[in-house]
């Protein structure tokens, strides 16, 4: 069959863990794709994993690629039809984007007025600490969720890694017990720290490597975490191991986002066995919750070499999965300086 040959011939020519199921989800999304922004934005295949296979469907002339353009050609629409494959029907609930979270009432609708507001002043994201914010709605909808699951009213809230605003947003609430921000950027930190002296605003501010060991005051001290991780396995396993040390126990909860754009399942896979290993239940897992306001360096990032990518995106793009966790049975965690590596061939956006 000519489909399991053109499987094979990607699989040989990417280091990245693709599945057959991943030829079909590109094949499907170019059938609703009219550029290589939408098709990115659509097929949740590892961009990393894109160009190859982009590559091999042109070859094969299923494909036809002019500048950022995509058109299936007729073989290639035969080749879909062949294989009974259809793209999924969307059916998201216009009202909450389909986070399950109402941002258009009490108390949410003024929380994203007000959080809209500060945000705006922020400095702009940076590419040198793999940057790359959420749109003011993400992050109120995180701090309600967070809300609707008990974890920040009375709670202790310990954000790692705050280019979302988490801190603020959470801070303007008002109801948690305490919040801790630790960032590296110190331009990051000036602003968060200003915006709330600036606002009356209860905010313990620390410019923090993650690298590094957590101070020994942060240890086992809240209640729930926060953070956007570097999304190579072992990225990912030092700002999830920094949160679960400093939760308290039983019950601590975790919040992180986790992309199809920069992680394979097969890291999913062994992401989430990680997390079962350090004692925690996954409790939630949102599609696409986060969305990510693009970023300005988009033209020298991989993905944009890799594909070459000519024009700017006009729409959002860069979506990831919201997980929760909740710690049922808690081990000792390390506090040791990170030895591992941010680099995977799989990231496409530093
Ligand atoms: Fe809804």
């Known amino acids: ?25 590109v094949l499907v999304g170019l059938l609703q794709a009219e550029s290589l922004w939408d098709l990115v934005g659509l097929c949740d295949v590892p961009l990393a994993a ?18 950022d353009r995509l058109t299936l050609t007729p073989s290639g629409k035969e080749l879909i039809e062949e294989q009974g494959w259809v793209p999924p029907v969307e059916a998201r609930c216009p009202r909450c984007r389909g986070r399950g979270i109402a941002l258009d009432e009490a108390p949410y609708d003024e929380l994203l007025r007000q959080f809209t507001e500060i945000a705006r002043e922020r400095p702009a994201p940076r590419r040198d600490f793999d940057q790359g914010y959420v749109t003011p709605e993400t992050t109120v909808a995180r701090v309600a969720l967070m809300r609707r699951r008990g974890d920040l009213d009375g709670k202790r809230l310990l954000v790692l890694g ?27 930190v000036a602003f968060i720290r200003g915006t709330a002296e600036r606002l009356g605003l209860e905010l313990d501010v ?8 957590l101070p020994a005051e942060l240890l086992g001290a809240f209640d729930a975490f926060t953070t956007d991780p570097v999304e190579s396995y072992d990225g ?11 939760l308290a126990g039983v019950g601590g909860a975790g919040y992180f986002g986790l992309t199809r754009h920069e992680a394979s399942l097969a890291k999913w896979h062994k992401l989430q066995s ?11 897992c949102l599609d696409r919750f986060n969305e990510y306001v693009n970023w300005p360096y988009w033209g020298e990032m991989r993905a944009s070499r ?10 959002i793009w860069y979506r990831s999965t919201l997980f929760r966790l909740e710690l049922v049975a808690p081990k000792a965690y390390p506090n040791e300086p990170f030895t591992g590596s941010f680099e995977d061939p799989e990231l496409a956006t530093t």
Not at 306 to 315: I, M, T, V
Request: charged share 30%; proline share 6%; glycine share 8%.
């Open 1 to 25: 069959m000519a489909y399991a040959d053109l499987y094979e011939r990607v699989r040989q020519k990417t280091p990245v863990p693709i599945t057959e199921r991943d030829l079909e989800r």
């Open 274 to 284: 990680w997390i079962l290993e350090q004692g925690a239940a996954i409790t939630d």
């Open 306 to 315: 890799w594909l070459s990518l000519e024009a700017a995106p006009q729409a």
């Open 162 to 188: 705050d280019d979302d605003l988490m801190g603020l947003a959470a801070a303007l609430v008002g109801t948690a017990r305490a919040i801790t921000v630790l960032e590296v950027d110190p331009e990051l």
């Open 50 to 67: 894109l160009p190859p296979l982009l590559e091999e469907l042109q070859r094969d002339g299923l494909l036809e690629r002019r500048g």
């Open 236 to 246: 990912c396993r030092l700002f999830l191991g920094r949160g679960l040390s400093g």
């Open 206 to 213: 620390r410019e923090h490597d993650l690298r590094d060991p």
